[in-house]
């Protein structure tokens, strides 16, 4: 990786930043009221910021309910991208989520996204099944994934 990084739990204050990670990264973005209300009301939300001098460059999210984390979000800024940053950010929520009880964790990503699926497969997930018509923009599937943490 090589870059100074750090990571910290995600405030109110970052919000604009992370919309900013949202828009860039996908095509249905989430809202800031999504956000606030994840931050404010979801008491099994979990967020996190990649800062890099200063700037929020990622984020990534995450709902830990009893002994499962699932993710909602993950993110790098395109600039940022193919430096193994999302790797990193990966595996500061799986820190996190064990830290925090969980054993397993789940995701979906779109089946065409082939390196987002690389990524999580080097990092121990495996396929778990198929969501038809999961993305709204355009109905495209989601690979359903999942590892186990212990």
Same mark, same amino acid.
């Given at each position: 990786?090589?870059?100074?990084?750090? !990571? $910290?739990?995600?405030? *109110?204050?970052?919000?604009?930043?992370?919309?900013?990670? @949202?828009? &860039?990264?996908?095509?249905?973005?989430?809202?800031?009221?999504?956000?606030?209300?994840?931050?404010?009301?979801?008491?099994?939300?979990?967020?996190?910021?990649?800062?890099?001098?200063?700037?929020?460059?990622?984020?990534?999210?995450?709902?830990?309910?009893?002994?499962?984390?699932?993710?909602?979000?993950?993110?790098?800024?395109?600039? !940022? $991208?193919?430096?193994? *940053?999302?790797?990193?950010?990966?595996?500061?929520?799986? @820190?996190? &989520?064990?830290?925090?009880?969980?054993?397993?964790?789940?995701?979906?990503?779109?089946?065409?996204?082939?390196?987002?699926?690389?990524?999580?497969?080097?990092?121990?997930?495996?396929?778990?099944?198929?969501?038809?018509?999961?993305?709204?923009?355009?109905?495209?599937?989601?690979?359903?994934?999942?590892?186990?943490?212990?």
């Amino acid at each position: 990786m090589g870059m100074d990084i750090q !990571f $910290r739990s995600m405030t *109110l204050n970052d919000i604009d930043a992370v919309l900013q990670v @949202e828009r &860039a990264s996908f095509t249905t973005p989430w809202s800031r009221e999504a956000f606030y209300n994840e931050l404010v009301h979801n008491r099994y939300a979990k967020y996190i910021v990649m800062v890099h001098r200063g700037r929020v460059i990622g984020y990534g999210g995450m709902w830990v309910v009893i002994d499962e984390a699932h993710i909602t979000n993950v993110a790098v800024l395109p600039e !940022f $991208r193919g430096k193994k *940053l999302g790797e990193a950010l990966m595996r500061k929520l799986m @820190e996190t &989520a064990k830290q925090l009880g969980a054993v397993t964790m789940t995701l979906e990503v779109r089946v065409s996204n082939h390196v987002a699926q690389s990524l999580y497969r080097k990092l121990g997930f495996r396929n778990g099944g198929i969501r038809r018509q999961y993305y709204p923009d355009n109905l495209e599937d989601a690979l359903v994934m999942w590892v186990n943490l212990s």
